[in-house]
């Protein structure tokens, strides 16, 4: 059944809150890592909460209530998130507070906040939202895991509308630790040739992506039809057979993907698998990427289900997400597929309503 979705937000390293689509272009990497634009929040929070907020809590509270302010609803019939590591910078705050007062006398603010249904939780204590209340963390499946609940509930609560976010942050802390463990690596004077070097390490991003999902396609702009996760395929024969049942169960072709996101993210490893992809099963698709603009996080599937909402919603692409692609006339299908060190893979299906 499918999945509309009537809203769509996003603060990320682009300019994309209250932005038009096209604005989004990659250029030259002024820092080690992407951070997000980051709007003025005094005009979505109260100022005195504000001071009390981590930089992710506003982040998906702004969000959040543009995303609910677009469709014109108050009130969610419930909230659902995806974030990989939570709040990560009121964690490291509390860890810090730990050494510096000697375990003694710790002031419990940054450990209340740390935890990672914070950003949902602020965001029904604002809305005073009762209902259902659930955040998923599941490294790179958080999301995927939210989307498929989401879409559970819905087939049970038809007439619900539900608020899907997903979220994370970086900090500096945190990006020198995944890159010491090969995670991440730095960007600093780099442009996207970054991604034709093929070395180690991914281009660290975040971002906060949020959306009004219900059963009505009135004043919808896409569809999400269906999602798929699969966990360390034997061989790449495998992670083949896994695509291919996902979009056949759909009653659909490769020739029906009017373009395929893929989450390129400059590490040599997860590359090779959609390099090895796109010139086999999807060797007659259109290409887009886009972790160069918004860089890779454990909930970086949001961005490019945004990403994908708003082609469908235009029926364009920016050219900066176009890695290789033939002129399409009218995009009804879109794929997007998200793996990470070739063991968590996810494949999330939109369609123009």
Request: include cysteine; charged fraction near 20%; proline fraction near 4%.
């Amino acid at each position: 059944m499918k999945t509309y979705i009537n809203s769509a937000t996003a603060i990320s390293p682009q300019p994309t809150f209250c932005k038009p689509f096209e604005m989004v272009k990659p250029e030259r990497y002024e820092t080690e890592f992407l951070k997000c634009v980051e709007p003025d929040y005094k005009e979505y929070i109260n100022p005195a909460l504000l001071r009390r907020m981590g930089r992710v809590v506003k982040m998906g509270v702004a969000a959040s209530i543009q995303c609910l302010k677009d469709t014109g609803l108050e009130k969610p019939d419930a909230i659902i998130t995806g974030t990989g590591l939570g709040c990560i910078e009121d964690t490291e705050k509390f860890l810090n507070d730990i050494i510096i007062n000697k375990e003694q006398f710790l002031p419990p603010t940054s450990f209340i906040q740390s935890t990672h249904n914070t950003i949902a939780g602020q965001i029904a204590l604002l809305l005073k939202c009762n209902s259902y209340n659930y955040a998923y963390v599941h490294r790179c499946f958080s999301f995927e895991n939210a989307l498929q609940d989401a879409m559970m509930l819905l087939h049970e609560q038809p007439d619900f509308q539900i608020l899907l976010g997903g979220v994370d942050e970086i900090t500096p802390a945190s990006y020198t630790i995944l890159n010491r463990l090969g995670v991440y690596k730095s960007v600093l004077g780099s442009d996207t040739g970054v991604f034709t070097d093929k070395t180690g390490g991914s281009i660290a991003g975040e971002g906060a992506s949020f959306f009004v999902l219900s059963n009505n396609p009135e004043n919808a702009f896409a569809a999400i039809d269906a999602v798929k996760i699969f966990y360390k395929p034997d061989d790449i024969g495998h992670t083949e057979s896994y695509i291919s049942g996902f979009i056949q169960k759909q009653g659909l072709t490769f020739r029906d993907m009017d373009a395929v996101i893929m989450g390129y993210s400059a590490d040599k490893d997860s590359d090779t698998v959609y390099d090895t992809l796109s010139h086999s099963i999807f060797a007659e698709n259109n290409i887009l990427y886009y972790k160069h603009l918004f860089g890779e996080y454990f909930t970086a599937s949001a961005m490019a289900v945004w990403a994908g909402a708003n082609i469908l919603k235009s029926n364009s692409c920016p050219d900066a997400m176009k890695l290789r692609f033939n002129k399409v006339d009218q995009f009804k299908h879109i794929l997007v597929y998200n793996q990470f060190k070739n063991a968590e893979h996810a494949l999330i299906l939109l369609s123009s309503c």
